[in-house]
């Protein structure tokens, strides 16, 4: 190889450790957690460089905040995010005794600081109860405001079966 024509492999290497160590920092198991740093090479001058994609920061807890609130936190996401719960039904699943079991402090703390938009949650439950129970819109309205069903309120429901397709 001509020697104006080396790879510089340290500049490639640091800036595949500084994407590892970014990514690492980052937190890595949450499914929205991302470090945003992508590495991208001149194949002009063959240099690799590393950008940072400015997003939301992640809301570090506060270090008084109990572990027991910030586990309660994560659980009520991963209702929120993978079973599209209602803000009643993740707070009464996540005190129930036969369910997580959390204090009702510990719960509470979860559900205000849990970012989660029911409306879009209405609508997702609303679709499987159209798509795979075949409900008319006047059920699936009381299934998702019903106390013993999803618990949304009246105006998530609302919102859920107007958007029905």
């Not at 795979?132 to 019903?146: C, G, W």
């Not at 105006?155 to 107007?162: G, K, N, Q, S, T």
């Amino acid at each position: 190889m001509a020697e104006g024509k080396k790879k510089p492999i340290g500049k490639i290497i640091l800036a595949l450790l500084v994407v590892v160590v970014v990514a690492v920092a980052g937190g890595g198991n949450s499914a929205d957690s991302s470090s945003g740093a992508t590495v991208s090479r001149d194949e002009g001058s063959g240099s690799a460089s590393v950008e940072s994609a400015v997003s939301e920061p992640e809301l570090e807890p506060e270090p008084d905040v109990p572990t027991e609130y910030i586990s309660a936190l994560k659980k009520a996401e991963t209702y929120s995010d993978m079973m599209h719960m209602s803000k009643q039904g993740i707070y009464d699943q996540l005190v129930s005794e036969y369910g997580e079991q959390f204090s009702p402090e510990a719960a509470q703390y979860a559900i205000d600081n849990l970012q989660a938009d029911y409306n879009a949650n209405a609508l997702e439950k609303a679709k499987v109860y159209q798509d795979d129970m075949h409900m008319s819109p006047e059920a699936i309205r009381d299934q998702l405001v019903s106390e013993y069903g999803e618990k949304f309120t009246q105006e998530e429901a609302d919102y859920a079966v107007a958007n029905l397709g």
